[in-house]
């Protein structure tokens, strides 16, 4: 199969997943090509206010849920093997909501 063409489809089935994110209220944007993104988190989308302690607790919630990610107290990325199919973006991006939530739990008791 087209590696390329298939990267491209899954990065927008992905892209469209983390921009679900949005509904948090600390998600700036959602930045990239393909299957590697970034995404930008903020205190809050009115002032867009950096909010490193949510990127901090991330580090901890996501471990905790069983998944690695490369988190930058400001925004994080995202970069799944070319290869991935649908469900597991489902499966990465429900753990990904779950430990933003878990997050946002603890920074804002």
Known sequence: SDLCAQARTRGDYLRAKLEGLKRHGV???VRGRGLLLGVELVRDTETMEPFPELGLMLKKTALENG???RIDPN???VAPAL???EEEIDE???LIE???ADALARVRP
């Open 27 to 29: 998600v700036r944007e």
């Open 67 to 69: 998944l690695v990610m």
């Open 92 to 94: 990465m991006c429900a």
């Open 75 to 77: 925004w994080f990325a």
């Open 98 to 100: 779950k430990s933003i």
């Open 83 to 85: 290869t991935i199919v």
